[in-house]
């Protein structure tokens, strides 16, 4: 046992500063929580939500809390101590489920004024109040640990409103009054972006007051409730910040750089926080009744419900991982740029990993690439960047294999180079490991034709970059035993990466979907269209990028090996690939990775021209095909569900998070104005808008 994992059960058997032990003569009238009093007469409130992994405040949470306010009112001890005795962390924020069901904006302010009641009740105790926080305070868990006079992090804890995920901002009182304990920009920027703020941060910040392991929790807490516990305070250029016209020169420049990155339109959660804080910043009581008012406009708006859809989504992927297997050990075998990014990143997540290749000069690019990953990862943690690196073993001659439990070929889409991989690696394997390829689009009942144990063989698609896209698409086949499978999805979780099942068909989910939207952008290019006219479209219906620029991304080389593929598989009428952009990747002009494809690319980035607003006619074109393919996913059950189809194309291509889905906007909009307007888009460009006949069997309902 590590000794972290000492520390954790000792928590667990409340062997740590979680206050005493209640007395067995007076039983807990909480369900959530535990009050119990130490020897120097301070208060303990230690929150447990009853059934939940993790700490979340609904209203039964916040009820409970009001009624330890009017014991303590009665009692009066030398001060309070708010905790968490979950593993996890301290509260992982508001219960949004809870909202779901308001429909209407009075409503949702009803509800969240009662919680800025008890929050606010709990600021004003004149005693200490002291929030002490290991793991995480997110969201309403942070609002919680601000109304508390003192918050001391236990080392490793970590802070951040994420709510901007969700179309939203802070609403139990988190904008006023983060502006008012740190630097407003600072905690302006915190907000907007949604980052995580790491204990080191913080205390710079003046967000916690102190840093201490866990031994030394109850020694800080001493000295809060003795006064001898100093932070730091709101200082005056910090006031100055936020004067009115400073105020309104930040929030210009704010509104720029928000709308640079989330248009208005799509996403209006930053823009109702800069203008909270552009209104009443420096007004304490008036910030925190604006903020109600704001709050529950954007929880009842278009964008936030689809957000909040996708956030479920993920809770429903990272279920579907199911219980992580036992694994020790990984070999990755191919050190290219999907290859030795998947072994960095299990490096990352704690497995020890090998990584091979038949050339020493590609691991080696792998190993700085992951060293330069776990500088930015890691927080300037040393410790953990050496750990990491240590985990992560170049493995020219393949030794790692014999050792693996799961091994993961990497190598580039060529069915015949995997299978002799396959004849090589498959009698070094010890019994029960598992082979898992990375196939971007070769079925895999045809890569396990010449397997000796095919039912250990399963499909592990990664996205590039595997340390940003949260996909992995778990692939089966028709001889695939059903406890790998099982297995496969449970490593998805284990790397904390989000599963998505398909049956192996050409292209699987992600790729099969978003080949007709690059397709359709490459034939618009060839039609004479600017490529920065292109992407305008699909980035102003949503995309995080255009079409063009994600071919760079990809690299044309791969865009036009699965286009290839997928036409000649599943007979596509989309024209053959122009001359032009073969010549391209035989010329090595293959995108990002070599500094030039369709755009030319400095400092990583795509210099563009400036073009002016495209017709939203072409965003049809792009996007039509894209929803026309996830249609036929499902109609020949490649996805077993509509939320498979939408939690895939969000997470793995980025598909406009706002819409929540392909297959939910297509829903929205209305599956019989879609068909029609493929129709007529067939008969102006051809066959390959024809609508796939699983249009018709579409409920006309709002999915999901």
């Known amino acids: 046992m590590s000794k972290m994992d000492k520390v954790w059960a000792a928590l667990e058997d409340r062997d740590l500063e979680l206050g005493p032990e209640p007395a067995v003569a007076a039983p807990n009238p909480y369900q959530h929580w535990r009050l119990t009093r ?26 409970e809390l009001d009624a330890i306010l009017d014991r303590l009112a009665e009692s009066q001890p030398k001060g309070l101590v708010i905790r968490s005795a979950k593993r996890s962390g301290f509260v992982a924020g508001a219960d949004i489920s809870e ?16 919680a800025h009641e008890v929050i606010d009740r709990l600021e004003r105790l004149t005693i200490p109040t ?12 942070l609002e919680l640990a601000l109304a508390c006079h003192t918050r001391i992090a236990v080392t490793g804890a970590s802070f951040g409103f994420p709510e901007v995920q969700l179309g939203l901002h802070p609403g139990l009182g988190g904008v006023a009054r983060m502006t008012r304990l740190i630097d407003p920009i600072e905690a302006m920027s915190a907000m907007l972006t949604g980052r995580t703020i790491h204990d080191r941060k913080a205390k710079a910040l003046g967000l916690v007051d102190a840093i201490v392991p866990e031994r030394h929790v109850l020694a800080a807490v001493e000295a809060a409730v003795s006064g001898k516990l100093h932070g730091a305070r709101s200082s005056v250029s ?7 016209p400073a105020r309104n020169l930040a929030a210009r420049q704010m509104r720029a750089q928000a709308e640079a990155k989330a248009p208005h339109a799509h996403y209006p959660a930053p823009f109702a926080l800069i203008d909270l804080w552009e209104k009443h910043g420096g007004d304490f009581e008036a910030m925190k009744r604006a903020e109600i008012g ?9 964008t936030s419900r689809n957000l909040v859809r996708v956030f479920f989504l993920r809770e429903k992927m990272k279920k579907a991982a199911g219980k992580p297997p036992t694994i020790a050990h990984v070999h990755v075998i191919g050190a290219g740029a999907m290859g030795g990014d998947i072994a960095a990143w299990c490096a990352w997540k704690g497995l020890t990993v090998t990584l091979g290749d038949v050339d020493p000069k590609p691991i080696g690019g792998a190993i700085r690439r992951a060293a330069a990953l776990y500088e930015k990862i890691g927080h300037k ?5 050496r750990d990491a690196l240590d985990r992560l073993i170049p493995d020219v001659n393949g030794e790692g294999i014999a050792r693996a439990d799961l091994v993961i070929e990497a190598a580039p889409e060529k069915a015949e180079l995997k299978a002799k991989i396959y004849a090589a690696v498959e009698p ?25 144990r095919p039912e250990r063989f399963v499909g592990l698609h990664f996205f590039n970059p595997v340390s940003k896209m949260q996909l992995v698409e778990v692939v089966r086949h028709d001889r695939l035993d059903a406890e790998v499978e099982a297995f496969a999805r449970g490593f998805t979780g284990l790397i904390d990466r989000l599963p998505a099942p398909a049956k192996s068909a050409p292209g699987f989910i992600v790729n099969r979907a978003l080949t007709p939207y690059l397709a359709e952008a490459l034939i618009l290019m060839d039609e004479g269209v600017a490529p920065e006219v292109i992407d305008k479209a699909a980035e102003m219906f949503g995309m995080p990028v255009g079409p063009i620029e994600l071919a760079d991304q990809v690299g044309l080389d791969v865009a036009l090996a699965v286009a ?12 053959d690939a122009p001359d032009w952009l073969r010549k391209k990747v035989a010329d090595g002009h293959l995108g990002r990775k070599t500094g030039q494809g369709l755009y030319v690319w400095r400092d990583g980035e795509a210099v563009k021209a400036k073009t002016g607003g495209p017709s939203p006619y072409l965003a049809d074109r792009l996007v039509l095909p894209m929803l026309n393919a996830c249609v036929a996913i499902l109609r020949e059950g490649v996805a077993a569900d509509e939320d498979t189809v939408d939690g895939a194309m969000i997470f793995g291509s980025g598909f406009a998070p706002f819409r929540g889905g392909p297959m939910h906007y297509a829903h929205a909009r209305g599956p019989a104005e879609i068909r029609a307007r493929l129709v007529a888009l067939a008969e102006a460009h051809g066959e390959r808008f024809a609508p796939d006949a699983g249009w018709a069997a579409l409920d006309e309902t709002v999915g999901g």
């Open 38 to 63: 130490d020897r120097h007469d301070v208060a303990w409130a230690v929150l447990d939500r009853h059934g939940s992994s993790a700490n979340t405040l609904n209203t039964a949470v916040l009820v």
């Open 99 to 114: 909202f779901v069901e308001l429909k209407t904006a009075e409503g949702v302010a009803r509800q969240i004024g009662r």
């Open 130 to 141: 002291i929030a002490v926080i290991h793991g995480y305070a997110l969201g309403g868990g």
């Open 238 to 244: 910090n006031r100055l910040k936020e004067s009115a």
């Open 294 to 302: 704001s709050f529950a406009e954007l929880l009842v708006s278009e």
């Open 381 to 385: 943690d040393g410790i953990k960047v």
């Open 428 to 452: 070094r394997m010890k019994p029960g490991a598992v082979l898992a390829t990375n196939t971007s689009s070769i079925p895999l009942q045809k890569l396990a034709e010449t397997l000796q």
């Open 564 to 575: 290839d593929s997928l036409k000649r598989d599943l007979g596509w009428a989309i024209p």
